[in-house]
């Protein structure tokens, strides 16, 4: 019988093309293929079954979204089979059980989730996502308190509900044993928590971590309780010696902090990305930009923040006033951030308006982001009287306060900007309008959503005008379009996921 080509490959070949095929079917991150690769491949024919039977490593990642109140039991019996399958690799675990409900469905939900533990130290990634109905995920940090995964890199934990926090009282510190993700190779690199899976106490230690990610929960304002963590905790954070990525959403820390703040600087040594959005408090914005030396710090990203009114009472140590706190600094995103909206009634020219701004974080973000290349300041509101995105216009040159750039009380704007981009309706600041040229002398290259018969791109002699060479490109997205920005293995850009990217979508 003559053999096909596919046939004459060597299986040692197969295996390799098996595992590559295995690893782009799951780089994603977050997704399950309808069919998964694995099952694809071992059911072809018995050579290739034999050989995807052989290798654990194409049964070492588990993912269950969304499944059916249908299909539970199904998992639970393919969740079993990848277990065995995978011997002794280390395996990721992803659940999704949002939309379950009912007795029935928590009960196999919670045979799912505890079938993993006999396997907890071969865990290098978990991630357990609930809408708060399944019932199962908020009892699953019993068992976590006593257990050890030395490997585990990769947590995501989001409970979608409330437990009685005054019944049970308020989890201030870790429950989970102080030794769980300290193994001897590795620790804890990326941490995703909603406010709901912290008051659920799923808080590990903060010591080792390398990304960081907290956001408000569903349900928390309702609940009058956005606060979770101690300040003292975000200090921890910014602390880690190893931290890359911060992003925080919502007020999830104590207005102010209940013990001594560090005397000195806190020097992030790794840290490269900052976002921070959708607070009402500034607390740890304005320690962040006061108390922190990041030498590899590239973006900040501020988001769906009111700036206005937000005076500081910090107490500011000897050494806070640093240069080049951030000597490797390149872009500063500005998005939905309302600056000005107090000064609305005070007439342009009088000093009082100097004075608010003062009064804001504006002269200290100023000085530390004075080095960005690339300025981006977008608002998809109408007018300083939206209740829920005011404006930065203000800060644009030619505006109401442009003469705040100018100001001898106030810190140069961002005077080495190349790239800006610019995103507003164009009732408030029209895509043509150049007043910021004479403000930012050095860029050019400028980027604007697509042009419209009634917000047209600014013409090309006006862009000209004066020897400048400007470019316009169209704008594709206002900040980052994943997170971790840069080559990270848990990076996403699915704005489903990602809050910050969902509220910046065009």
Request: hydrophobic residues 40%; negative net charge.
């Given at each position: ?356 701004i003062l009064e804001t974080p ?70 043509n309008n150049l007043s910021w ?70």
């Open positions: 019988m003559t053999l096909s080509p596919i046939d004459t490959i060597p299986n040692e070949l197969l295996c390799t093309i098996f595992a590559m095929a295995h690893a782009l079917s799951y780089s994603d991150g977050h997704l399950c293929p309808r069919i998964p690769t694995e099952v694809a491949m071992s059911v072809v024919c018995k050579n290739w079954r034999s050989i995807a039977l052989s290798s654990p490593s194409l049964w070492s990642v588990y993912r269950c979204i969304k499944p059916s109140s249908k299909a539970l039991q199904s998992e639970l019996e393919r969740l079993e089979t990848y277990l065995k399958r995978s011997d002794e690799t280390d395996i990721e675990l992803s659940f999704n059980f949002i939309g379950l409900h009912g007795f029935t469905d928590s009960q196999i939900v919670s045979q799912l989730l505890h079938s993993t533990l006999p396997h907890i130290a071969r865990w290098i990634c978990f991630v357990a996502i609930s809408d708060g109905q399944d019932q199962a995920l908020v009892p699953f940090h019993h068992p976590l308190k006593s257990l050890r995964a030395p490997k585990l890199r990769h947590v995501d934990i989001r409970t979608g509900a409330w437990h009685d926090y005054r019944r049970l009282g308020w989890d201030t510190e870790p429950h989970w044993n102080p030794k769980m993700f300290h193994g001897e190779l590795c620790a804890i690199e990326y941490l995703r928590l909603d406010t709901c899976a912290i008051m659920a106490r799923f808080r590990p230690r903060l010591e080792t971590l390398v990304h960081f990610m907290m956001e408000e929960g569903p349900g928390s304002h309702m609940h009058a309780l956005g606060i979770c963590l101690l300040f003292s905790n975000f200090v921890q954070v910014l602390s880690a010696p190893n931290i890359e990525t911060i992003s925080i959403w919502g007020t999830n820390y104590e207005w102010w902090p209940s013990q001594p703040l560090p005397a000195t600087t806190i020097q992030a040594n790794r840290l490269k990305h900052f976002r921070y959005g959708n607070n009402v408090t500034m607390s740890p914005l304005m320690f962040f930009l006061n108390r922190v030396s990041a030498p590899l710090l590239e973006s900040i990203t501020i988001q769906k923040i009111s700036l206005s009114n937000q005076a500081s009472e910090m107490d500011h140590p000897e050494d806070d006033y640093i240069d080049y706190a951030f000597p490797s600094f390149r872009s500063l995103y500005l998005i939905d951030v309302d600056v000005a909206c107090l000064a609305v009634a005070v007439p342009p020219g009088i000093d009082w308006l100097t004075e608010i504006i002269p200290r973000l100023a000085q530390t982001t004075r080095l960005a290349t690339h300025l981006t300041i977008a608002t998809r509101a109408t007018s300083c009287g939206n209740t829920d995105i005011p404006l930065f216009i203000d800060l644009l040159p030619g505006r109401r306060m442009g003469h705040f750039a100018e100001s001898p009380s106030l810190p140069s704007m961002w005077p080495q900007a190349q790239d800006l981009a610019l995103h507003f309706p164009s009732s408030v600041f029209a895509a040229k004479d403000t930012w002398s050095k860029v050019d290259r400028l980027y604007l959503a697509p042009p419209t018969s009634n917000n047209p791109w600014p013409d090309p002699e006006d862009l000209s005008a004066g020897g400048r060479n400007i470019a316009v490109k169209g704008l594709q997205a206002l900040g980052h379009t994943q997170w971790p920005p840069g080559w990270y293995q848990w990076a996403s850009c699915d704005k489903t996921i990602d809050v910050f990217l969902r509220n910046t979508a065009f």
